[in-house]
């Protein structure tokens, strides 16, 4: 069963890391263009999606995705022939279709029309999605996800952030959705893998805990009703339904499922520093009723805990900072090398070299914590320090290498012709966002 | 597959090299700090179990001469964690006791790692069991380790050495020296070769040791070579002046013995960072993993930070040592990892003095002294910006004549 769905997935892959998707997805060009129409699109794209939550297929029971497990008792910094293609699969489209869309996508704030439905050919959401529900059923590999994470950031990380969001999604339904529920909200996702659909964890206010959420869930009768507010959630303005963090009555912690033409939801959108082109909005729910069965996952708290996905979610942007600071790296050391001041490369002066080899340094310690962090993930050991180490220093770090980039670059870091003072605004989110993915 | 975990063939290792520096070091930590220049003798037993250690066999033996970038590539492409990453884990507990004492265990010195890394066959049965000291820096060259004056100048069938050598690291207690000298002062950095001077030489001197601030457990000695005759046979590597070759000869040790310099960086840290923890947990300081650092106290904000900042700079040593035993060419990880772990050694021990306060600053605790001993990681086997212009030219491509 699992071989069989690896040599699926690996067909996928394989078919796709062949294929140039530059050209695959020539839909996509010229992105201005595509960038135009993105900003006319409104709120259509999400009534198609709201018809399709209707019961697809009978499940007698959820149906999960494994864990990758493995055997950590080798120290090894290789990935696996299948996480290897993955990566280089997701990094060509980064470098084909992300990096040059991410400029007007950045100014529209969203993606460019088409976009994902063009990343869902990557086919990370059918991977993701049990074999009995229609999808590759691939295993739940965080390793994997944060190397295609970092790839995607590498590209552009709003776009990645546009990618990954439903993505989330997926992984929550998959591990802890009932069955009803999967058969009502994951079954689309295997259909089309470019569905919108995102969490909305954080809230409006400073210092926010996602162990201290505002926005409260209370028992009325046979369901609930949400009072709150939700920001920067992802996907705003396409997504059919979202999964909501609310201060269960009794419960703690958990997610709603609420569609986005449910009664009592507003949302506006909310663009901010960075991260735009992820279509930002704001989620206000005043009294919204739910009922009992909008509660992601069985009473009983089976499926990840609260405390895991708030785990999963700080390896996932940490993954994320690791992308965008690789760019940051990648562009500065051309751009030293070529830049001439004093009669030589700006390069030749220490000033300028050792930042350079701070970004190096700081950045594959990230890289190494998060990878750290996602490996005891995936083989289900603790790693509730490891990926709070992870988000410390790239949040620390990520945000030293995006300044420390503009600074390189001098005045051409300020200004948009340069793709730097993007990641700077980008790279100040991984402070902000604690939660909305997971690997 | 990716797993940064300590391997667990190695955990033994690791284990033992925790016992001794707690049953051994910890207990003798603060006598020698004080009665500098003594000899610990407690260490000779250890050096004896050191040496039986590392002689029952396997690859993942541990030790200054056991270290090489030759690591081979395992059949099957498997992963090989051998003695690059046993030194490694192993120095990094010992130093967790006290890394001034760590420096003066017999037969573990840098010169042992010389001699494993370009010693050829003969010679390294020949020099087995032999405790070698490294002898580089001048009083007019430290990190210009090209610019050395002392000269080795063959005359018949032996070599004949005139110089100076200062903060030779145990050139006092170790039986022999690798002495960096240059065949031909105009030629530059490809004439510079190492060579094993045996104490008792007739013309080594051993002129003074120094008083030191930090490792004070570890004698620092200043050499003296007149005249000083050695067979033609100690020179480690081949006596061509190889311009092509550059410095590649002597300088391959030290992609190397950075990583377990980076190790030791992170013991005395860890140390620090345990110490400090406990102490502030008697004030209700509790760090913790599960609320963003910002919603607890800025105490508690900043022991996270300091952890996160030690966790990086050990995955970084790791990763290193595990390329040199993967035979991956490593220069640039290994600075990497020197680099940041010395300044996060640096920066964790001495925050941690001050979040302790009074308790931190008194030699009553150790605090103090790890606040000490780190410094010195950050300036030897290549200071800091030395290792940040190595990684500099590697990712710019640059030589060292255009980044200087």
Redesign the interface.
């Known amino acids: 069963m699992i071989d069989q769905a690896m040599t699926r997935s690996l067909d996928l892959l394989t078919r796709f890391a062949g294929s140039d998707l530059a050209k695959r997805l020539g839909l996509l060009e010229p992105t201005q263009r595509l960038v135009r129409e993105g900003t006319k699109r409104g709120f259509q794209a999400a009534d198609a999606a709201v018809k399709r939550f209707q019961p697809l297929i009978k499940l007698v029971k959820p149906a999960r995705a494994p864990r990758v497990g493995g055997d950590l008792s080798v120290f090894d910094l290789r990935p696996t022939e299948e996480q290897a293609m993955m990566q280089k699969s997701v990094r060509r489209f980064a470098v084909d279709v992300m990096r040059p869309a991410a400029r007007a996508a950045d100014d529209a704030c969203a993606p460019p029309a088409g976009f994902l439905a063009a990343a869902a050919e990557l086919g990370l959401a059918q991977l993701a999605i049990p074999e009995e529900m229609g999808g590759f059923g691939g295993e739940r590999d965080p390793i994997a996800d944060v190397l295609v994470l970092e790839e995607l950031a590498y590209g552009d990380m709003a776009l990645a952030l546009a990618i990954a969001a439903p993505l989330g999604v997926v992984r929550a339904l998959v591990q802890c959705g009932t069955a009803l529920q999967q058969s009502k909200y994951l079954a689309p996702f295997a259909e089309d893998g470019g569905l919108a659909a995102a969490l909305a964890v954080v809230e409006p206010r400073p210092l926010f805990d996602p162990y201290r959420l505002a926005t409260r869930a209370v028992r009325s009768g046979e369901g609930w009703t949400l009072n709150g507010v939700k920001t920067l959630v992802p996907l705003a303005s396409s997504a059919g339904f979202f999964l909501v963090a609310a201060a269960a009555e009794g419960l703690g912690p958990r997610l709603f499922i609420v569609e986005r033409d449910h009664q009592g939801l507003t949302i506006s959108p909310e663009p901010a520093m960075g991260l735009r082109a992820a279509d930002l909005g704001r989620l206000e729910l005043v009294d919204l009723a739910l009922p009992e069965d909008a509660l992601l996952g069985e009473d009983d708290g089976s499926g990840l805990s609260w405390a895991e996905m708030v785990d999963s979610a700080r390896i996932a942007w940490s993954a994320l900072a690791v992308g965008a600071c690789r760019a940051v790296l990648e562009h500065v050391i051309p751009y030293a090398n070529e830049r001439h001041a004093f009669g030589e490369p700006i390069s030749h002066r220490q000033a300028v070299a050792f930042m350079i080899a701070d970004i190096a340094v700081e950045l594959e310690g990230m890289r190494l914590l998060t990878h750290r962090a996602a490996s005891r993930a995936g083989a289900g050991i603790e790693h509730r320090r490891e990926a709070a180490l992870a988000r410390i220093q790239a949040v620390d770090k990520g945000m030293k290498i995006g300044t420390d980039g503009i600074q390189l670059l001098g005045g051409a870091g300020f200004i948009k012709e340069h793709p730097v003072e993007l990641w700077y605004r980008h790279l100040r989110a991984i402070g902000v966002m604690d939660g909305g993915l997971l690997v | 597959?990716?797993?940064?975990?300590?391997?667990?063939?190695l955990k033994p290792l690791r284990d033992q090299a925790r016992s001794i520096a707690k049953g051994v070091f910890r207990p003798i930590s603060r006598k020698y700090d004080l009665a500098e220049h003594s000899y610990p003798r407690e260490l000779d037993m250890l050096g004896a179990l050191m040496d039986g250690m590392n002689s029952a066999g396997g690859e993942e033996r541990a030790g200054a001469g056991k270290l090489s970038g030759g690591g081979s590539k395992k059949r099957g492409g498997?992963?090989r964690?051998g003695a690059n990453?046993a030194t490694v884990l192993g120095m990094a507990e010992l130093c967790w006791g006290d890394c001034g004492l760590a420096l003066t265990i017999p037969r573990q010195g840098l010169g042992n790692a010389a001699i494993g890394a370009v010693a050829n066959p003969e010679q390294k049965e020949r020099f087995k069991g032999l405790w070698a000291a490294m002898a580089i820096t001048e009083p007019g060259a430290g990190s210009d380790s090209a610019a050395i004056r002392t000269t080795a100048r063959l005359d018949g069938d032996e070599w004949v050495l005139n110089g100076e050598k200062i903060y030779v690291t145990a050139g006092d207690r170790a039986q022999a020296v690798v002495v960096w000298a240059t065949l031909d002062a105009a030629a530059g950095r490809a004439a510079i070769k190492s060579f094993v001077v045996e104490k008792g030489t007739p013309g080594m001197t051993m002129l003074r040791l120094d008083h030191k601030m930090g490792i004070r457990a570890s004698d620092t000695a200043t050499i003296i070579f007149e005249d000083c005759r050695i067979p033609k046979d100690n020179i480690l590597g081949s006596a061509d002046i190889k311009p092509s070759e550059g410095f590649g000869g002597v300088m391959q040790t030290f992609d190397n013995t950075r990583p377990v310099v980076a190790a030791m960086a992170l013991g005395v840290a860890s140390a620090a960072l345990e110490k400090a923890n406990e102490i502030l947990a008697r004030e209700g300081v509790a760090p913790r993993?599960?609320?963003?650092?910002?919603?607890q106290g800025a105490v508690e904000a900043e022991l996270?930070?300091l952890?996160?900042?030690l966790?990086?700079?050990r995955?970084?040593t790791?990763?290193a040592a595990?390329m040199a035993d993967n035979a991956v060419p490593n220069s640039m990880?290994a600075s990497?990892s020197k680099?940041?772990a010395a300044r996060v050694a640096n920066a964790v021990t001495l925050r941690a003095v001050e979040l302790c306060g009074a308790l931190g600053y008194s030699e009553r605790e150790l605090l103090e002294k790890w606040a000490r001993d780190s410094k010195i990681l950050d300036i030897f086997e290549g200071t800091q910006?030395i290792q940040?212009?190595i990684?500099?030219?590697r990712?710019?491509?640059?030589r060292s004549s255009?980044?200087?």
């Open positions: 597959m990716i797993a940064l975990e300590v391997p667990k063939k498997e992963s964690n990453m993993y599960d609320a963003p650092a910002f919603s996270l930070r952890e996160a900042d966790e990086a700079a995955l970084l790791l990763k595990w990880e990497m680099a940041k910006q940040l212009l990684v500099a030219r990712l710019l491509g640059k255009e980044l200087r």
